[in-house]
Protein backbone atom coordinates (compact mmCIF):
# COMPACT_ATOMS: atom_id res chain seq x y z
CA UNK A 1 0.00 0.00 0.00
CA UNK A 2 1.17 3.48 -0.87
CA UNK A 3 2.20 5.20 2.06
CA UNK A 4 0.32 8.11 3.12
CA UNK A 5 3.56 10.05 3.91
CA UNK A 6 5.23 9.68 1.25
CA UNK A 7 7.42 12.65 -0.07
CA UNK A 8 7.82 12.76 -4.01
CA UNK A 9 10.83 14.50 -5.20
CA UNK A 10 9.84 16.65 -8.38
CA UNK A 11 13.24 17.25 -9.15
CA UNK A 12 13.84 13.38 -9.88
CA UNK A 13 10.96 11.79 -9.15
CA UNK A 14 11.89 10.11 -6.40
CA UNK A 15 10.36 9.37 -3.70
CA UNK A 16 11.13 8.92 0.16
CA UNK A 17 8.58 6.90 2.48
CA UNK A 18 8.38 7.10 6.51
CA UNK A 19 10.48 4.14 6.43
CA UNK A 20 13.38 5.79 4.64
CA UNK A 21 12.99 8.64 7.23
CA UNK A 22 13.15 6.20 10.25
CA UNK A 23 16.14 4.42 9.20
CA UNK A 24 17.61 7.71 8.12
CA UNK A 25 16.91 9.36 11.70
CA UNK A 26 18.55 6.12 13.11
CA UNK A 27 21.52 6.35 10.90
CA UNK A 28 22.08 10.27 11.91
CA UNK A 29 21.55 9.29 15.91
CA UNK A 30 23.57 6.34 16.11
CA UNK A 31 24.85 6.41 19.87
CA UNK A 32 28.53 6.48 20.56
CA UNK A 33 29.61 8.21 16.89
CA UNK A 34 32.69 10.50 17.17
CA UNK A 35 31.98 14.09 16.60
CA UNK A 36 33.57 14.00 12.89
CA UNK A 37 31.55 10.89 11.95
CA UNK A 38 28.74 12.19 13.04
CA UNK A 39 29.07 15.38 11.03
CA UNK A 40 30.19 13.04 7.99
CA UNK A 41 27.13 11.65 8.03
CA UNK A 42 24.67 14.86 8.39
CA UNK A 43 27.06 16.25 5.20
CA UNK A 44 26.81 12.83 3.28
CA UNK A 45 23.07 12.55 3.63
CA UNK A 46 22.40 16.43 4.02
CA UNK A 47 20.20 16.38 0.25
CA UNK A 48 17.88 13.73 2.18
CA UNK A 49 17.54 15.78 5.75
CA UNK A 50 14.72 17.89 4.87
CA UNK A 51 12.75 15.28 3.13
CA UNK A 52 13.31 13.00 6.22
CA UNK A 53 11.68 15.81 8.04
CA UNK A 54 8.55 16.34 6.04
CA UNK A 55 7.57 12.40 6.17
CA UNK A 56 8.00 12.43 9.97
CA UNK A 57 5.52 15.92 10.58
CA UNK A 58 8.70 17.64 12.21
CA UNK A 59 7.03 20.56 14.01
CA UNK A 60 9.98 21.82 15.74
CA UNK A 61 10.68 25.08 13.34
CA UNK A 62 7.26 25.79 13.34
CA UNK A 63 6.91 26.04 17.60
CA UNK A 64 10.16 27.98 17.51
CA UNK A 65 8.64 30.68 14.85
CA UNK A 66 5.82 30.92 16.99
CA UNK A 67 7.69 31.59 20.17
CA UNK A 68 9.56 34.07 18.78
CA UNK A 69 7.15 35.90 17.21
CA UNK A 70 5.32 35.96 20.27
CA UNK A 71 8.00 37.39 22.03
CA UNK A 72 8.71 39.63 19.47
CA UNK A 73 5.16 41.26 18.36
CA UNK A 74 6.65 44.63 16.64
CA UNK A 75 9.79 45.82 14.73
CA UNK A 76 10.94 42.27 13.93
CA UNK A 77 13.28 43.82 11.00
CA UNK A 78 15.90 44.61 13.84
CA UNK A 79 15.66 41.74 15.89
CA UNK A 80 19.21 40.02 14.65
CA UNK A 81 18.99 35.88 15.29
CA UNK A 82 21.57 33.53 15.10
CA UNK A 83 20.19 29.99 14.85
CA UNK A 84 22.46 27.79 16.28
CA UNK A 85 22.76 23.92 15.04
CA UNK A 86 21.35 25.69 12.15
CA UNK A 87 21.08 22.68 9.55
CA UNK A 88 19.43 22.98 6.34
CA UNK A 89 17.84 26.00 7.92
CA UNK A 90 14.45 24.84 8.57
CA UNK A 91 14.05 27.17 11.11
CA UNK A 92 15.15 30.38 8.59
CA UNK A 93 11.87 29.41 6.82
CA UNK A 94 9.58 29.38 9.52
CA UNK A 95 11.01 32.60 11.45
CA UNK A 96 11.39 34.01 7.86
CA UNK A 97 7.69 33.79 6.98
CA UNK A 98 6.85 35.91 10.39
CA UNK A 99 8.96 38.82 8.91
CA UNK A 100 12.16 38.24 10.93
CA UNK A 101 14.95 39.07 7.98
CA UNK A 102 18.14 38.96 9.81
CA UNK A 103 19.63 35.60 10.51
CA UNK A 104 22.76 34.06 10.42
CA UNK A 105 23.33 30.03 10.57
CA UNK A 106 26.10 28.01 12.55
CA UNK A 107 26.66 24.61 11.61
CA UNK A 108 29.97 22.61 11.76
CA UNK A 109 28.39 20.49 8.75
CA UNK A 110 29.21 21.97 5.30
CA UNK A 111 27.19 19.83 3.60
CA UNK A 112 23.81 20.82 5.95
CA UNK A 113 25.06 24.60 5.51
CA UNK A 114 25.45 24.21 1.13
CA UNK A 115 21.49 23.09 1.22
CA UNK A 116 20.65 26.43 3.36
CA UNK A 117 22.59 27.99 0.66
CA UNK A 118 20.57 27.04 -2.40
CA UNK A 119 17.93 28.46 -0.31
CA UNK A 120 19.73 31.79 0.74
CA UNK A 121 18.42 31.42 4.06
CA UNK A 122 20.86 32.93 6.37
CA UNK A 123 22.90 35.87 6.24
CA UNK A 124 26.22 34.73 7.15
CA UNK A 125 26.92 30.96 7.18
CA UNK A 126 29.11 30.29 10.46
CA UNK A 127 30.99 26.58 9.92
CA UNK A 128 31.72 25.97 13.79
CA UNK A 129 30.49 23.78 16.03
CA UNK A 130 29.08 24.26 19.51
CA UNK A 131 31.79 22.88 22.36
CA UNK A 132 34.39 24.18 24.79
CA UNK A 133 35.53 26.77 21.88
CA UNK A 134 34.99 30.27 21.71
CA UNK A 135 32.97 31.34 18.69
CA UNK A 136 34.17 33.94 16.07
CA UNK A 137 31.18 36.05 17.27
CA UNK A 138 31.72 39.63 18.53
CA UNK A 139 30.15 39.82 22.64
CA UNK A 140 26.69 41.19 22.01
CA UNK A 141 25.51 40.45 18.83
CA UNK A 142 22.21 38.73 18.55
CA UNK A 143 19.16 39.79 19.83
CA UNK A 144 17.87 35.80 20.06
CA UNK A 145 19.48 32.52 19.73
CA UNK A 146 17.68 29.54 18.76
CA UNK A 147 18.78 25.94 19.50
CA UNK A 148 16.99 23.66 17.86
CA UNK A 149 17.17 19.55 17.78
CA UNK A 150 21.04 20.07 18.30
CA UNK A 151 22.19 16.07 18.30
CA UNK A 152 20.96 14.68 21.56
CA UNK A 153 24.38 13.56 22.44
CA UNK A 154 25.82 16.47 21.73
CA UNK A 155 23.59 18.50 23.77
CA UNK A 156 23.93 16.42 26.76
CA UNK A 157 27.64 17.36 26.78
CA UNK A 158 27.78 20.88 26.30
CA UNK A 159 29.85 22.68 28.73
CA UNK A 160 28.94 25.26 30.73
CA UNK A 161 31.66 27.61 29.28
CA UNK A 162 29.36 26.28 26.10
CA UNK A 163 26.41 28.14 27.51
CA UNK A 164 28.61 30.92 28.47
CA UNK A 165 29.54 31.48 25.00
CA UNK A 166 25.92 31.31 23.83
CA UNK A 167 25.00 34.04 26.82
CA UNK A 168 28.48 36.07 25.67
CA UNK A 169 27.18 36.67 22.26
CA UNK A 170 23.50 37.45 22.91
CA UNK A 171 22.50 40.61 24.49
CA UNK A 172 21.59 41.40 27.84
CA UNK A 173 17.29 41.25 27.45
CA UNK A 174 17.89 39.44 24.51
CA UNK A 175 16.33 35.30 24.53
CA UNK A 176 17.56 32.18 24.19
CA UNK A 177 15.32 29.38 22.80
CA UNK A 178 16.42 25.77 23.24
CA UNK A 179 14.05 22.69 21.82
CA UNK A 180 14.06 19.56 21.95
CA UNK A 181 12.22 16.62 23.24
CA UNK A 182 10.62 17.14 26.22
CA UNK A 183 12.23 14.34 28.18
CA UNK A 184 15.86 15.43 27.12
CA UNK A 185 15.68 18.36 29.96
CA UNK A 186 15.36 15.84 32.66
CA UNK A 187 18.82 14.63 31.70
CA UNK A 188 20.78 15.60 34.87
CA UNK A 189 23.63 16.89 33.15
CA UNK A 190 21.55 19.35 30.88
CA UNK A 191 19.53 20.59 33.93
CA UNK A 192 22.33 21.06 36.25
CA UNK A 193 23.82 22.88 33.79
CA UNK A 194 21.28 24.76 32.21
CA UNK A 195 20.36 25.83 36.08
CA UNK A 196 23.80 26.49 36.87
CA UNK A 197 23.17 29.50 35.14
CA UNK A 198 20.13 31.09 35.85
CA UNK A 199 21.71 30.38 39.36
CA UNK A 200 24.46 32.92 39.10
CA UNK A 201 22.24 35.19 37.25
CA UNK A 202 23.57 35.23 33.83
CA UNK A 203 19.86 34.50 32.29
CA UNK A 204 16.20 33.59 33.68
CA UNK A 205 14.32 30.66 32.23
CA UNK A 206 10.64 32.77 31.50
CA UNK A 207 8.61 30.02 29.86
CA UNK A 208 8.32 26.46 28.90
CA UNK A 209 6.40 25.77 25.59
CA UNK A 210 5.22 22.47 24.44
CA UNK A 211 3.81 20.63 21.18
CA UNK A 212 3.24 17.39 20.30
CA UNK A 213 3.99 16.30 16.72
CA UNK A 214 0.82 14.01 15.88
CA UNK A 215 2.58 12.01 13.29
CA UNK A 216 5.34 10.76 15.56
CA UNK A 217 3.20 11.39 19.14
CA UNK A 218 6.51 12.92 20.26
CA UNK A 219 6.19 16.22 22.64
CA UNK A 220 8.90 18.65 22.12
CA UNK A 221 9.76 21.50 24.57
CA UNK A 222 11.11 24.93 24.12
CA UNK A 223 12.94 26.51 26.57
CA UNK A 224 12.66 30.26 26.91
CA UNK A 225 15.56 32.02 28.72
CA UNK A 226 15.75 36.01 29.17
CA UNK A 227 19.59 36.81 28.99
CA UNK A 228 20.86 39.13 31.74
C1 LIG B 1 18.73 17.30 13.74
S1 LIG B 1 19.72 18.52 12.95
C2 LIG B 1 18.80 20.00 13.34
C3 LIG B 1 18.95 21.05 12.29
C4 LIG B 1 17.98 22.22 12.38
N1 LIG B 1 18.13 22.96 13.62
C5 LIG B 1 16.56 21.75 12.22
O1 LIG B 1 15.74 21.99 13.13
O2 LIG B 1 16.25 21.18 11.17
C6 LIG B 1 21.11 18.59 14.02
C7 LIG B 1 22.20 19.54 13.54
O3 LIG B 1 23.16 19.68 14.60
C8 LIG B 1 24.41 19.86 13.97
N2 LIG B 1 25.47 19.63 14.96
C9 LIG B 1 26.07 18.48 15.31
N3 LIG B 1 27.02 18.72 16.24
C10 LIG B 1 27.00 20.04 16.49
C11 LIG B 1 27.73 20.90 17.36
N4 LIG B 1 28.67 20.43 18.18
N5 LIG B 1 27.46 22.22 17.34
C12 LIG B 1 26.50 22.72 16.52
N6 LIG B 1 25.77 21.96 15.70
C13 LIG B 1 26.01 20.64 15.67
C14 LIG B 1 24.40 18.87 12.82
O4 LIG B 1 25.38 19.16 11.87
C15 LIG B 1 22.97 19.03 12.32
O5 LIG B 1 22.90 19.98 11.28
Known amino acids: MEDEHRQTSQKDGTSFSLEDGKKLLEFLVEKGLDNDTLIQRYDEKSE????????????????????????????????QILDAAAGTGLVSVEVRKRGFVHIDGLDPSEGMLEEAKKSNLYERYICDFLGDNTLDIADDTYTVLTLVSLTSEILKKLSIKCYEELVRITKSGGHILINHYD??????????????????????????????????????????YKVA
Request: glycine share 6%.
Open 48 to 79: DYNKMQTVRGYKAPTAIADTLASLYPSNRENV
Open 183 to 224: YIFDSDDIKGNLAHLEYRGMWKLVDKQYVVEKQNGVRRCTCV
